[in-house]
């Protein structure tokens, strides 16, 4: 059974970056796409970026494009998602989520705990 676990979260001043990481246990990511979403208090979950199995299709939302960048740290076999330039409305908390079908517009099967980020001065 596959089990993801963020980190990386926490508080930042405007402005500034952090990277988020998604690790895996009981299995390895490289077969799923994998997600990162937010969810803000009082709102949708929405997602931010998805990255296919194969690594050659790569989503971000509008909201986030130029400034997130998700990748495959194959050393590590983590997914990362880098985040600069971030603004106050980024703050939530920040999901991994795997698709057993590689493609990234699937069902999300796996979702990890959830890593909080705050974005204040």
């Known amino acids: 059974q ?8 926490g508080l930042v001043q405007p402005g500034g970056s952090l990277r988020l ?34 690594d050659d299709i790569t989503y971000h939302a509008d909201s986030v494009k130029g400034r997130f960048t998700i990748s495959r740290d194959s050393a590590a076999k983590t997914v990362p998602l880098q985040m600069t330039s971030l603004k106050p409305q980024s703050t939530a908390v920040y999901y991994c989520a795997a698709d057993p079908s590689g493609w990234g517009t699937g069902e999300f099967d796996y979702w990890g705990q959830g890593t909080q980020v705050t974005v204040s001065s």
């Open 21 to 54: 990481s998604c690790a895996a246990s009981g299995s390895t990511l490289e077969h799923y796409a994998i997600g990162w979403f937010r969810q803000a208090p009082g709102k949708e979950r929405e997602a931010v970026s998805v990255i296919s199995s194969s």
């Open 2 to 9: 596959l089990q993801l676990v963020e980190s990386g979260g």
